[in-house]
Nanobody, 126 residues
Framework: VQLQASGGGLVQAGGSLRLSCAASGRTFGSYGMGWFRQAPGKEREFVAA????????YYSDSVKDRFTISRDNAKNTVTLQMNSLKPEDTAVYYC????????????????????WGKGTQVTVSS
């Protein structure tokens, strides 16, 4: 599976951005998908995830109620809608895939994901 994230940019605090992750391969629907981010000088951290079937979604406490993850298995894409952005959301955002991933413990584990895309920069100005 090859992943390509897009949609990052510069936005003012309180604004919105929509990130997309396009995946190659016919087995996209069998992969749980996650979004992670890494700010300068910090470790990569979990942001949001969705199970392979799309029935379960998970969020970190810092983004819950502001971000929404969704997927379209027919189009091999996963989307992260980010609203009410804050300067502390500034980071490089990465999408990742885990074969058969469906649980929070599996999909929030940075070291457990099978595939990673190149990141997209999100900058939120105050």
């Amino acid at each position: 599976v090859q992943l390509q994230a897009s949609g990052g940019g510069l936005v003012q605090a309180g604004g919105s951005l929509r990130l997309s992750c396009a995946a190659s391969g016919r087995t996209f629907g069998s992969y749980g998908m996650g979004w992670f981010r890494q700010a300068p000088g910090k470790e990569r951290e979990f942001v949001a995830a969705i199970s392979w079937g799309g029935g379960r979604t998970y969020y970190s406490d810092s983004v819950k109620d502001r971000f929404t993850i969704s997927r379209d298995n027919a189009k091999n894409t996963v989307t992260l809608q980010m609203n009410s952005l804050k300067p502390e959301d500034t980071a490089v955002y990465y999408c990742a895939a885990k074969n058969g991933g469906s649980s929070y413990l599996t999909l929030s584990n940075v070291n457990g994901m099978d595939y990673w895309g190149k990141g997209t920069q999100v900058t939120v100005s105050s």
